[in-house]
DNA sequence: TAGACGTGGCT
DNA sequence: TAGCCAAGTCT
């Protein structure tokens, strides 16, 4: 039999043949710690499955239970975490399980609402975790979820924006019973049929109601909104090469763009800057030469072009206030940004 | 709400 | 190979 309308069950269907094992998922049929089932999607944001399996497991060693995790230094959560990226998310974790101990006796809410107010919490981890640990009639709708989704109605609205219109065809979806299987199922076949690139089609339960498959425009959605690319920013970088082969650097602000990351001193970075008046701003006295061509860089939402200034100055100079001295066969061990690379290629002080 | 926030893998 | 992408959240 054709199904032309796509419903749950036939996608659980699927999902009862070909669901993947992963280290936090409970055998077919069982509920899984609500522990896990948060932990692993806290970590599984934004990072792929690969990546999270090792860390996962790792860490239900050493903090097995919410208690545990509540009662550990926060450092002791970072160090077990450090690698995986976006940090914000560990510190996090640590706060909401002291608010889970604290608050909710040890266990976590099994209301979507009540999730959601937990730090670190959005809507796609309230949603996901509770239909895959309370079975709670929620949606979670990741970026695979939003795919195949679009994917499913050749949806023509554009992300961000189609995020509701999305969050409401998977409600409209959404079985009576084994919402967390339902959730699980989706992502799936998000990750294993409904790629980004070369979508298998061919193997998809939900071919024959797939609009975009029926039309040949699957690979083309989700639809995103054009980024639009910032206005073009300029500016300065001076590179000091001092006679005993050290190079000038100095340490962006902890915060913000690059931050804490190293880069030769330059200028701020403006729409109206005028590389002719720079050497104002140059970090010593020096006998400056302005490099020909320039380093271009373009950043989530601006392009930078910069202008490479460099000099030589004696050994035995000091360092500028801010700044420091760093041997040039050293600089490999350097925090630099890949643009702060290429403005010391530019300057031929480094390889990129 | 647009922008910041990390890293490793893939093309 | 430099850029894009991967189970988002916070401000």
Known sequence: MTDTTASADTLLEWYDRHRRSLPWRAPPGKRTDPYRVWLSEIMLQQTTVQAVKGYFERFLLRFPDVETLAAAPVEAVMQAWAGLGYYSRARNLHACAQVVTSQHGGH????????????????????????????????????????????????????????????????????????????????????????????????????????????GTAETFPRKEAKKQGALRRGAAFVVLRGDDHVLLRDRPPRGLLGGMAEPPGTEWSAGFDPDAAT?????????????????????????????????????????????????????????????????????????
Not at 162 to 172: C, E, F, H, N, V
Not at 183 to 199: E, H, Y
């Open 108 to 215: 976590f809410p099994a209301d979507e609402t009540a999730l959601l107010a937990l730090p670190g919490i959005g809507a796609y981890t309230a949603g996901a975790v509770g239909a895959i640990a309370f079975d709670l009639p929620a949606v979670a709708v990741d970026g695979n979820v939003e795919r195949v989704l679009s994917r499913l109605v050749a949806l023509e609205e554009p992300l961000p924006r189609a995020k509701s219109t999305i969050r409401k065809i998977a409600l409209s979806l959404l079985p009576p019973k084994r919402s967390g299987d339902f959730a699980q199922a989706l992502m799936d076949l998000g990750a294993t049929i409904c790629t980004p690139r070369k979508p298998a089609c061919a193997l998809c339960p939900w071919s024959p109601p797939c609009r975009s498959r029926r039309e």
């Open 280 to 352: 104002a701003a140059a970090p010593l006295d020096a006998s400056w030469r302005r490099l020909g061509g320039n380093v271009r860089h373009v950043f989530t939402h601006f392009p930078l072009e910069l202008t490479v200034y460099r000099a030589e100055v004696p050994a035995g100079t000091p360092a500028p206030a801010g700044s420091r001295w760093q041997a040039r066969a050293l600089l490999g061990q350097e925090a630099l940004p890949t643009v702060m690379r290429k403005v010391l290629a530019h300057a031929d002080i480094e390889g990129i």
